[in-house]
């Protein structure tokens, strides 16, 4: 860490696009290795193989979208009220920004935050999760190479393998200006309480519990195509994945049984291997998880329409499961990191409303409707509360350029695209008098 604050003040004299270089170099070392470390973050996370590229993939995006940052970190200039005076709005680096990350994806999230936290002018201390370390190792030599190429401190980037320690560690060190947390809402609420006890500021991206909802005038196929990948993509462990799903009463048997049609057909194995759908969980304990949440749905007579049990094979594979469920179950309300779909109905679109934003948590949302007016008012103040609020494609999958992040238990961070930005700068706002008097602001005469 000392290593770090000290290459912190040389870093951030760098000019922004100077530092922007440095980050499309890092996209470009990356490129050359995608297909290399989309196997490698395949294989240690349990992610098919396809979405472990992609993720990859997304992290070079997030850096070839830092490079054109990197020139357009603007300020302000604000009309001044009192002659021959000009108000400015400078941007800063924060110094030092902590990044703790999630086993679930453990490059994209680093890319949202390291990059532009770089081009920032920031230095990054970057603590991946306990059970992806090769990963973790993988982009931080690559990425020193980068730095070592350019004649600067290494430590300009610095990484830590560990656990709970290292992380408690990032949250206490007054040196860390910022700290972006990927995690449980649980224990994202300890990292802010810590962080702000000294003061520093807290960037959560917490748990999601998403719907979607199928309105009576949607394209039940492009639904159906979407709830599938939303709901089993990443086997239920996005942040992001459908975890309930709202359909319209008269249109409810129609799309279960084309969805539960389709979770049959789901290609189980290897994620590497050609046409897998859905891999393992991602640890032993995840598949206790499941279980126990298994348990929990049938001690409490709910319907299991599809799956519900584990697959006795070697690795921690369990059936894509779909249940029939009451919105007011308690059950509802909880995140289950697995691919366990809840599905009720609804008969109106404001009940479906209530519905989405009857959770604690608050991420990402979507309605499948060929109504304007549905559409307008799903996006408007009295739609849904969520951070993320889609018109007809699924629940995950975002776009990088977009910020990224939601509201109410999900912790209120934003991340990547948009004006995210300016959560990893110190904004100054400036007022210069160039004249000989001393007007004083709101027409204030003091002597």
């Given at each position: 860490?000392?290593?770090?604050?000290?290459?912190?003040?040389?870093?951030?004299?760098?000019?922004?696009?100077?530092?922007?270089?440095?980050?499309?170099?890092?996209?470009?070392?990356?490129?050359?290795?995608l297909?290399?470390?989309?196997?490698?973050?395949?294989?240690?996370?349990?992610?098919?193989?396809?979405?472990?590229i992609?993720?990859?993939?997304?992290?070079?995006?997030?850096?070839?979208?830092?490079v054109?940052?990197?020139?357009q970190?603007?300020?302000?200039?604000?009309?001044?009220?009192?002659?021959?005076?000009?108000?400015?709005?400078?941007?800063?680096?924060?110094?030092?920004?902590?990044?703790?990350?999630?086993?679930?994806?453990?490059?994209?999230?680093?890319?949202?935050?390291?990059?532009?936290?770089?081009?920032?002018?920031?230095?990054?201390?970057?603590?991946?999760?306990?059970?992806?370390?090769?990963?973790?190792?993988?982009?931080?030599?690559?990425?020193?190479?980068?730095?070592?190429?350019?004649?600067?401190?290494?430590?300009?980037?610095?990484?830590?393998?560990?656990?709970?320690?290292?992380?408690?560690?990032?949250?206490?060190d007054?040196?860390?200006?910022?700290?972006?947390?990927?995690?449980?809402?649980?224990?994202?609420?300890?990292?802010?309480?810590?962080?702000?006890?000294?003061?520093?500021?807290?960037?959560?991206?917490?748990?999601?519990?998403?719907?979607?909802?199928?309105?009576?005038?949607?394209?039940?196929?492009?639904?159906?195509?979407?709830?599938?990948?939303?709901?089993?993509?990443?086997?239920?462990?996005?942040?992001?994945?459908?975890?309930r799903?709202?359909?319209?009463?008269?249109?409810?048997?129609?799309?279960?049984?084309?969805?539960?049609?389709?979770?049959?057909?789901?290609?189980?194995?290897?994620?590497?291997?050609?046409?897998?759908?859905?891999?393992?969980?991602?640890?032993?304990?995840?598949?206790?998880?499941?279980?126990k949440?298994?348990?929990?749905?049938?001690?409490?007579?709910?319907?299991?329409?599809?799956?519900?049990?584990?697959?006795?094979?070697?690795?921690n594979?369990?059936?894509?499961?779909i249940?029939?469920?009451?919105?007011t179950a308690?059950?509802?309300?909880?995140e289950?990191?697995?691919?366990?779909?809840?599905?009720?109905?609804?008969?109106t679109?404001?009940?479906?409303?209530?519905?989405?934003?009857?959770?604690?948590?608050g991420?990402?949302?979507?309605?499948?409707?060929?109504?304007?007016?549905?559409?307008?008012?799903?996006?408007?103040?009295?739609?849904?509360?969520?951070?993320?609020v889609?018109?007809?494609?699924?629940?995950?999958?975002?776009?990088?350029?977009?910020?990224?992040g939601?509201?109410?238990?999900?912790?209120?961070?934003?991340?990547?695209?948009?004006?995210?930005?300016?959560?990893?700068?110190?904004?100054?706002?400036?007022?210069?008098?160039?004249?000989?008097?001393?007007?004083?602001a709101?027409?204030?005469?003091?002597?």
């Amino acid at each position: 860490m000392k290593a770090c604050s000290e290459a912190s003040k040389i870093w951030m004299e760098l000019p922004a696009p100077k530092r922007g270089e440095v980050v499309r170099q890092i996209g470009d070392a990356l490129r050359e290795k995608l297909h290399h470390l989309g196997r490698l973050l395949s294989i240690e996370m349990g992610k098919i193989l396809p979405e472990g590229i992609g993720e990859v993939q997304e992290v070079i995006d997030m850096c070839d979208f830092a490079v054109g940052l990197s020139r357009q970190l603007n300020g302000s200039v604000i009309p001044s009220e009192r002659p021959n005076h000009m108000m400015l709005e400078t941007w800063n680096p924060l110094g030092v920004v902590g990044v703790i990350t999630a086993f679930n994806f453990p490059c994209a999230v680093l890319g949202w935050n390291a990059c532009i936290a770089l081009v920032c002018g920031n230095c990054v201390v970057w603590k991946g999760a306990p059970t992806t370390p090769l990963i973790t190792i993988a982009i931080t030599k690559l990425v020193s190479e980068v730095f070592e190429r350019n004649k600067l401190p290494g430590a300009i980037f610095t990484s830590f393998c560990g656990g709970a320690e290292i992380g408690q560690a990032i949250a206490k060190d007054p040196r860390i200006s910022l700290v972006s947390f990927t995690g449980s809402t649980k224990v994202g609420l300890m990292v802010q309480q810590t962080v702000h006890q000294r003061f520093g500021k807290c960037l959560l991206e917490l748990s999601g519990n998403n719907a979607i909802i199928i309105m009576d005038d949607a394209d039940i196929k492009l639904a159906v195509r979407s709830v599938l990948f939303a709901a089993v993509g990443t086997a239920g462990q996005r942040c992001t994945t459908c975890r309930r799903l709202l359909i319209h009463e008269s249109i409810y048997q129609t799309v279960l049984d084309q969805l539960v049609d389709v979770y049959k057909q789901v290609k189980i194995g290897d994620p590497l291997e050609k046409g897998t759908l859905l891999g393992p969980l991602h640890t032993p304990e995840s598949r206790k998880n499941f279980e126990k949440g298994i348990e929990n749905i049938k001690s409490q007579a709910w319907k299991i329409l599809t799956g519900g049990s584990v697959i006795e094979s070697e690795g921690n594979f369990v059936q894509p499961t779909i249940v029939e469920i009451s919105p007011t179950a308690d059950i509802v309300k909880e995140e289950l990191f697995a691919p366990v779909l809840y599905v009720m109905k609804f008969q109106t679109f404001e009940e479906a409303v209530k519905i989405n934003n009857s959770v604690p948590q608050g991420l990402s949302s979507s309605i499948f409707t060929r109504s304007p007016e549905n559409i307008f008012k799903w996006l408007g103040p009295h739609g849904s509360d969520t951070g993320i609020v889609n018109v007809n494609i699924p629940t995950n999958g975002a776009e990088i350029g977009g910020a990224f992040g939601g509201e109410k238990a999900t912790g209120g961070g934003r991340e990547a695209g948009s004006d995210s930005w300016k959560q990893y700068m110190r904004r100054s706002t400036c007022t210069i008098n160039y004249g000989n008097e001393l007007p004083l602001a709101q027409g204030i005469n003091f002597g």
